[in-house]
């Protein structure tokens, strides 16, 4: 051990020190025994005899005569004398109310009893020599002053005393037993004394009963022994013996003090060196000894005391800190102002220890105090200690009894205000070291606590284990819970406590090899490593290297992960986890599927749903209390996976994804990022909620990439040159658990080519559009519902999908395009490469609105159109109804069909392409009904029709012609008209009869959507000949028609080379105005005296629609 040797050789020098004493109670037997001597002189002898008053006056004079060499200054008054004789002849007198005088006359001493006996040969020569003395009563006060002087009071005004130490009374005795008075007096005996003690300097006061004194005149030695009673507030007194032996020859002497049961504050106020003991409250017992040399300087103070049960309490205010008992021995060496501790023992159930050390006491300057310390007033104690055992083990302060096999102290323990510094303890248990520095305080109002810790290295559990079960308790528990196993080191710990104030832990520390558990639920972390502190209220662990070993998927390193208590003052605290993870994406959602999580449990998937590699960030918050709920836990997920495949997110797809983003909480599961769905590209989001509605259910939202490559790569593979370029659709699929995924798609059709040849439709990929698809992606993809709206077509309808993935079906329920389809439309694959077939079921077609198409689609094979339309609208008022034909694209849009003329007569025909676009022939068997039927002419019967149509160019525009073969006109009030106009009565007779038969009718005319230009007309027969042009619309049946009729044409048209067809060399010029329903007819007479070739030249041109219109 260190010895505590001041650094300034000035400050050892040894101070001149006044000759001193070893203790209160040995001083009081010293100067009481003084007092004693002063009765020697007044012993008597006789029979109980009550003397006389003037033989008391007598015996006062004598006595004070046999005094005065011994103490001039002291005289004796005597109240009674009872003269009595033993059985041994001794004499014996018996003094009542003695009283010791002083020189003034003041009474230093009265005593209620006193018996003395003499020596009888002395007696019989006229001495008197007093053998024995024994004293009954007295009471006595001794007052220490605050120097250390002694002052005795007798009891009577006035008869104080004053030694300046015991060598002083010691002196006085030996001054006392050598006179020739009192040489034989070998025995002084006192008993029942009452003594009132007061200390100036602790300010306390004793009351002392029961006291004994015994004075034994040894032939070389000088011999007493004081014993009396303390009056505490215990349940019993502690009594006090104390003895001095003093060498005649050499005045030198050796004292003891045996305590039973003193009170520490008061052995504390009567030695220097035992000063400490004032903080305690606890009873002691045990031995004390000194010697005083020649020249009146003590020895060393040995000391050995045993502590019972009592408490550590320096004042009223601070909170008791019990033992069960201490013991030690102590040796004070007044010459070094050193106290030797040879051994010190504590032994309780909150700790037992064994040390040795040394003491130096200073005064409040700080200066080291040494001598016999009469009169001084330690300040404070240096102390060195030395353990050899230490158990520290408080009743619910630590959860095991810590123990070290050794340790060293040093310390300054200050008085007043009591203190405790601690300038260094180290504790070392196997390869644990342990040092504290710090202050230990008793403020007014408590204890005040300032200590900081450092260690080497411990174990976790060891670690808890110093951890004071009552400090921070729900950190500390929650640690022990959860620092399970390791080794921790570099830990620096500061704790501070404060009256009235919240203790503070300030605590930090590294570990390296432990294991970690941040969820009772989850594995721990293995291999941990990283580093802790706790400052004020706020608690982190940091996790600098560790893994965590889920069940599948391997290691899961979670470096970088944070534990927190922000306020571990909150009831309860909440525990805040960041739990980095860096593994396999089979080792992460592994974790995740533990509680609290159960991710993928709650989605009905495996763990092992992909590969790739996993970096998330988990942030847990859970409260500290004894049981944690699942429902307690909050979370929340963020994260990246990257190199992402999986074939069974998707069934019977593959997707890939370089980079993920991953959110997840208790309300569901995120997933986002760009990939491959096949060789689909995709921007998408997978979204899995969670809750009791949701179980196996998952979504995925967000955009694709459109193409013809990407729907075959899907297993989509429509038809050649249907798709072109490339686009954007917003999809969404929902993922149900052991169901095919069911998809939603949108698209504007940015960027997309589109073409559908058997309607001669297209969409450029410039233009926009608007797509809306509902999938089930099975094995075999099937599109539930399709609509699509662009450039004019507008569809609504379903795709099937053959086991090739090929197009088996697509049915429209509705097509309209550009205003000229309205109807039913499927689509029928006819394999792989192949050009689809096309079947229009039922609805409308407007021929008026067509975009006349010229030629093939280039880049677009040709497909089959059959068509069963339940109207074709040719013009106005022109329609085919029933309307079935087999149609082809290829080469041009061609093929044939029949219908029914405005749902009445049926006709046939054939389309065929032309530079235009595609041609129409029409033929019947019954021309006249066809006419009827479209409006044109009723009044006609028979013949056979072959009708042209060939388009223009112009939308719903055909330049037609039309041939006619041997028909036959009854009641045709239009041309009755004519004919009663010019006069014809044969012919009219036969036309209101059996009718005219025209061997020859044509027609070459112009279509328009809305009338018809006739530009050349004629029918002719045997009895009449007819031309006609000019105009008849078709919506308002307005006729603007001119030409000539011939009449008996037979001969008339000999000429007709000089005339136009259908006109002989004469006829007569009409002109038809007015509506189908009403027309207007005018003849001119005149007209026939005009050869064909004349009205050739001078005739008016027939009215024609001018350009553009229709």
Do not use: C, H
């Given at each position: 051990m260190t010895e505590l040797v001041p650094s300034d050789p000035v400050a050892i020098k040894p101070r001149k020190r006044r000759r001193g004493g070893i203790g209160l109670w040995f001083l009081i037997g010293m100067v009481f025994s003084v007092g004693l001597l002063g009765f020697a002189a007044l012993g008597l002898s006789g029979k109980p005899l009550k003397l006389p008053v003037w033989a008391v006056a007598e015996v006062e004079t004598r006595i004070n005569n046999a005094m005065s060499p011994v103490a001039s200054d002291l005289s004796l008054s005597v109240g009674a004398i009872e003269v009595m004789v033993d059985s041994d002849w001794v004499p014996r007198l018996a003094f009542e109310d003695l009283r010791i005088l002083q020189g003034n006359g003041t009474a230093l001493m009265t005593l209620p009893e006193v018996r003395t006996s003499f020596d009888a040969k002395a007696l019989l020569k006229g001495n008197i020599r007093p053998k024995s003395l024994r004293i009954v009563g007295g009471r006595f006060a001794i007052r220490r002053n605050a120097d250390g002087r002694l002052d005795l009071d007798f009891g009577a005004q006035g008869s104080t005393t004053s030694w300046r130490s015991v060598a002083e009374v010691l002196d006085a005795a030996d001054k006392a037993?050598?006179?020739?008075?009192?040489?034989?007096?070998?025995?002084?005996?006192?008993?029942?004394?009452?003594?009132?003690?007061?200390?100036?300097?602790?300010?306390?006061?004793?009351?002392?009963?029961?006291?004994?004194?015994v004075l034994e005149n040894r032939s070389s030695e000088l011999a007493a022994q004081i014993s009396f009673s303390l009056a505490l507030d215990q349940t019993r007194p502690a009594r006090i013996v104390m003895t001095a032996v003093s060498d005649k020859a050499t005045s030198s002497a050796r004292m003891t003090a045996a305590v039973d049961g003193i009170a520490a504050r008061d052995l504390a106020a009567q030695s220097a060196p035992l000063a400490w003991l004032a903080a305690l409250d606890a009873p002691i017992?045990?031995?004390?000894?000194?010697?005083?040399?020649?020249?009146?300087?003590?020895?060393?103070?040995?000391?050995?005391?045993?502590?019972?049960?009592?408490?550590?309490?320096?004042?009223?205010?601070?909170?008791?800190?019990?033992?069960?008992?201490?013991?030690?021995?102590?040796?004070?060496?007044?010459?070094?102002?050193?106290?030797?501790?040879?051994?010190?023992?504590?032994?309780?159930p909150s700790l037992r220890l064994a040390a040795t050390g040394q003491s130096f006491i200073t005064d409040d300057t700080g200066a080291f105090l040494s001598g016999a310390l009469i009169g001084a007033e330690p300040a404070a104690f240096l102390t060195q200690i030395a353990f050899s055992q230490v158990m520290v083990d408080p009743a619910g302060l630590f959860q095991a009894p810590v123990r070290f096999s050794q340790g060293s102290l040093d310390l300054r323990l200050t008085l007043k205000p009591f203190a405790v510094d601690i300038g260094q303890l180290t504790l070392t248990e196997a390869a644990t070291h342990m040092a504290l520095k710090g202050r230990i305080a008793a403020d007014p109002?408590?204890?005040?606590?300032a200590l900081d810790v450092a260690l080497d290295q411990i174990e976790s559990d060891k670690l808890i284990a110093l951890w004071p079960v009552r400090l921070v308790t729900k950190t500390r528990n929650w640690l022990a819970l959860n620092l399970l196993d390791g080794t921790l080191f570099a830990v620096k710990a500061a704790v501070r406590l404060a009256p009235d104030e919240e203790p503070r832990l300030s605590l930090g520390y590294k570990f390296s090899g432990t294991e970690v558990r941040f969820l009772k639920a989850l594995p721990p972390v293995m291999s941990g490593s990283g580093y802790s502190n706790l400052e004020g209220r706020r608690y982190t662990l940091v996790l600098e290297k560790g893994h965590v070993t889920p069940p599948v998927g391997g290691d899961i390193d979670v470096a970088g992960t944070v534990v927190k208590i922000p306020d571990i003052n909150q009831r309860p605290s909440l525990v805040e986890v960041t739990l980095k993870t860096q593994s396999s994406l089979t080792a992460a959602l592994s974790l995740l599927n533990q509680p609290p999580f159960?991710?993928?449990?709650?989605?009905?998937?495996?763990?092992?749903?992909?590969?790739?590699?996993?970096?998330?960030v988990t942030e847990l918050r859970f409260p500290l209390k004894p049981k944690v709920l699942l429902d307690d836990v909050t979370y929340a997920v963020t994260g990246q996976i990257s190199d992402f495949q999986s074939d069974i997110l998707v069934p019977n797809r593959r997707v890939v994804a370089p980079l993920l983003n991953v959110i997840a909480g208790k309300q569901g599961l995120n997933v986002a990022g760009k990939g491959l769905l096949d060789t689909l590209p995709f921007d998408v989001t997978f979204e899995q909620p969670f809750g009791p509605g949701a179980k196996g259910r998952a979504s995925i939202a967000g955009s694709v990439a459109i193409s013809d490559a990407a729907l075959r790569d899907?297993?989509?593979?429509?038809?050649?040159?249907?798709?072109?370029?490339?686009?954007?659709?917003?999809?969404?699929?929902d993922l149900k658990a052991d169901q095919p995924a069911r998809l939603t798609m949108s698209s504007d059709l940015q960027g997309l080519g589109l073409s559908l040849p058997a309607l001669g439709w297209s969409k450029s990929a410039p233009k926009s559009g608007t797509l809306s698809v509902s999938a089930v992606l099975g094995k075999i993809p099937e599109i539930t519902d399709l609509s699509l709206k662009a450039a004019g077509l507008e569809a609504n309808g379903a795709i099937k999908l053959n086991d090739g993935g090929a197009l088996d079906t697509a049915q429209f329920d509705r097509v309209q395009l550009d205003g000229w389809i309205d109807a039913q439309i499927a689509l029928k694959g006819r394999g792989r490469g192949r050009a689809v077939g096309v079947s229009i079921a039922s609805g409308t077609v407007d021929l008026r609105r067509l975009a006349i198409q010229r030629g093939s689609v280039p880049g677009a094979e040709d497909g089959p159109l059959e068509v069963r339309l339940d109207r074709l609208i040719v013009s106005d008022g022109f329609a085919l109804t029933s309307f079935v034909g087999s149609f082809s694209s290829k080469g041009g849009f061609n093929g044939s069909f029949t219908g029914n003329v405005n749902g009445s007569v049926p006709v046939r025909g054939v389309v065929v392409p032309s530079a235009q676009g595609s041609a129409v022939r029409i033929t019947s068997d019954d021309a006249g009904r066809v006419m009827a039927a479209a409006g044109i002419f009723a009044n006609a019967r028979g013949g056979t029709l072959d009708l042209q149509l060939l388009p223009t160019g112009a939308k719903g525009e055909y330049q037609g012609r039309a041939k006619i073969g041997t028909i036959r006109v009854q009641n045709a009030s239009v041309l009755a008209e004519l004919l009663s106009a010019i006069s014809v009565v044969g012919v009219l007779e036969q036309l209101n009869g059996n009718g005219l038969v025209f061997n020859q009718a044509d027609v070459e005319f112009r279509l328009t959507p809305d009338a018809v230009e006739v530009t050349a007309g004629s029918a002719v027969g045997a009895s009449l000949g007819v031309s006609v042009a000019g105009i008849y619309e078709t919506g308002s049946k307005?006729?603007?028609?001119?030409?000539?009729?011939?009449?008996?044409?037979?001969?008339?048209?000999i000429g007709s080379f000089l005339a136009r067809k259908g006109e002989g060399l004469f006829g007569f010029s009409y002109k038809i105005r007015g509506t189908a329903d009403a027309p207007v007819i005018k003849v001119n007479p005149l007209s026939i005296l005009t050869p064909g070739v004349v009205r050739r030249i001078f005739g008016k041109p027939a009215p024609v629609l001018p350009k553009g219109n229709g």
């Open positions: 037993f050598s006179d020739p008075t009192l040489a034989q007096l070998t025995t002084i005996e006192a008993e029942a004394m009452t003594l009132s003690l007061s200390d100036a300097r602790s300010g306390q006061q004793w009351q002392a009963g029961d006291g004994r004194l017992s045990g031995r004390l000894a000194a010697a005083i040399d020649v020249s009146g300087q003590f020895g060393p103070l040995e000391s050995t005391l045993e502590i019972g049960a009592g408490v550590l309490r320096p004042t009223p205010q601070t909170a008791p800190i019990a033992f069960d008992r201490a013991g030690m021995t102590l040796a004070y060496d007044p010459a070094q102002g050193r106290i030797a501790i040879s051994a010190l023992s504590v032994e309780s109002k408590g204890w005040r606590v159960e991710f993928l449990t709650k989605a009905k998937r495996p763990v092992d749903l992909g590969q790739g590699r996993a970096n998330l899907l297993g989509v593979a429509l038809p050649n040159g249907m798709i072109s370029g490339a686009g954007v659709g917003q999809i969404k699929v307005a006729l603007a028609m001119q030409g000539v009729v011939s009449p008996v044409y037979l001969l008339n048209g």
